[in-house]
């Protein structure tokens, strides 16, 4: 424990870029794992990036919602890129998508809808080649039986046609990616939904009554912005059983991870040692507990499965210091939040984050760094001013408060730094990602082809070449 050097994973001096698979500028709606994948993994190696952070990437629930997901193993069949599919002939040709999924938002109901004939024709003629006896279909069905089997049970037959595309679709990326020098990070959610094929598989993991309802739920207690706390109504873990078995569906769950990703973000990591606890049929999160969980035991066994662990947790919320000891004393990066960091004494100042901690100017659940300036207190306006020399002023304050403030991530002591996409373009409150508590607006937003420009990745390399954050390659 706590062995950097033992990592699978060792994190060199770099920086990354947070971009959701789905905002890419894909043809059809959303984005895929087609060429505009492979073309922003080779942007970000123009550009210096070492690191493409992703959300989730499974099967999207309530709201389109990354982390609402029904499969924390399987991958979201929208993100099929067809073009592909068509290249590799299974599909005849693909239409021309109407004007509106070209460009804009993610849009994902169209989307699925223009796909929709494309990808059961893509089948058909799967089907037709031999589907799932075919060599390729049996190797991943036998490699992947312990989440694919329950999975197919729901999703019925297509459902390993996609599966098996994903799973072709993402290596292509990923061995892109390494030929690149671009390496790709996760993000797993502690929590999985009630309606789960993971509840639903392996019942006796969750704390359930008889009637497979939750006899407790996830959230989080008030405090300054939710005076209800917020009530995420996962159903919560049964840690005596997860003991009992020496964790195997984590042990799974993580390996499943680190076959598509380098790292993985570990969403609510504060979750391993307490979790906040609702009693069932509550409307708020305010009657709720924390009770312990054993994080120890768990992140032991996952270093012996993997071999080490290339994760970064999510310490943010309600944090204290036994978590902030779990954390270290599996060597594990911790998170700074920039944004958070222009009060005086602040855990997120810039001249705060240690060597072994990840940084960023926002987080997908942050407003973007110029819509955070436009809100931003007086007196910590001056602070941000007087700490970074910005000249974040005039009609162009909120873009130069932005560039700065990613400038700020670049030249801390964290071995990386991250950036929302929308940063990099200095883009307003219209482009965020996502406004925690509220089911409807969220996970739209998609860069532009355009401005993932040659300049924009010359000025990048600049800065990060200046910061020591472009590793030899």
């Not at 505009?36 to 123009?46: G, P, Q, Y």
């Not at 300036?373 to 001056?382: Q, S």
């Amino acid at each position: 424990m706590g062995d950097l050097a033992a990592q699978r994973v060792i994190f060199p001096r770099a920086a990354g870029v947070l971009l959701p698979l789905a905002a890419l500028p894909a043809r059809h709606g959303v984005g895929d794992l087609g060429p505009a994948a492979h073309r922003f993994v080779d942007w970000l190696a123009d550009a210096g990036f070492t690191w493409w952070q992703m959300l989730p990437v499974g099967p999207l629930g309530a709201g389109d919602s990354p982390y609402a997901s029904s499969s924390a193993f399987a991958g979201e069949a929208l993100y099929l890129s067809v073009d592909r599919l068509a290249a590799d002939g299974l599909i005849r040709s693909v239409p021309p998508a109407p004007r509106a999924l070209r460009a804009g938002p993610a849009a994902y109901a169209a989307a699925r809808a223009f796909e929709e004939p494309l990808l059961e024709e893509a089948y058909r003629t799967w089907l037709g080649r031999g589907g799932d006896t075919s060599a390729e279909a049996r190797a991943f069905r036998d490699r992947s039986a312990a989440w694919l089997e329950p999975f197919l049970e729901r999703g019925g037959p297509r459902a390993l046609f996609e599966q098996l595309q994903f799973d072709l679709q993402w290596r292509a990326l990923r061995e892109h990616a390494r030929a690149r020098g671009v390496r790709l990070m996760g993000d797993a959610p502690i929590f999985v939904s009630l309606d789960s094929v993971d509840v639903a598989s392996n019942p006796s993991l969750f704390r359930l009554d008889a009637d497979g309802r939750p006899t407790v739920l996830t959230g989080c207690p008030p405090d300054a912005l939710n005076a209800g706390g917020q009530l995420w109504g996962h159903p919560h873990y049964d840690w005596d059983e997860h003991v009992a078995t020496d964790f195997a569906w984590w042990r799974a769950r993580m390996a499943r991870q680190l076959e598509l990703f380098d790292a993985v973000r570990i969403d609510h990591f504060i979750g391993f040692h307490n979790a906040w606890e609702i009693p069932a049929g509550a409307s708020t999160a305010k009657g709720g507990e924390w009770v312990l969980a054993p994080g120890d035991a768990l992140l032991s066994a996952l270093a012996d499965e993997l071999g080490g662990l290339p994760l970064v947790a999510e310490d943010l919320g309600s944090v204290t210091d036994e978590v902030h000891a779990l954390r270290d004393a599996h060597g594990l990066a911790g998170m700074r939040v920039l944004q958070w960091g222009f009060s005086p004494g602040s855990y997120h100042a810039p001249h705060a984050a240690p060597d072994n901690s990840v940084v960023y100017p926002g987080t997908h659940d942050n407003d973007t760094a110029a819509g955070w300036w436009g809100a931003l207190p007086g007196h910590e306006r001056a602070r941000f001013l007087e700490q970074t020399g910005s000249r974040a002023r005039g009609w162009s304050a909120a873009r130069v408060a932005a560039r700065d403030l990613w400038r700020s991530a670049c030249a801390t002591h964290a071995h990386t730094a991250i950036v929302q996409a929308q940063d990099l373009l200095g883009l307003g409150s219209a482009a965020r990602t996502n406004v925690p508590g509220t089911a409807e607006g969220n996970w739209t937003w998609r860069v532009r082809a355009r401005d993932l420009s040659a300049g924009l990745a010359r000025r990048q390399r600049a800065l990060l070449e200046a910061t020591d954050r472009v590793p030899a390659r």
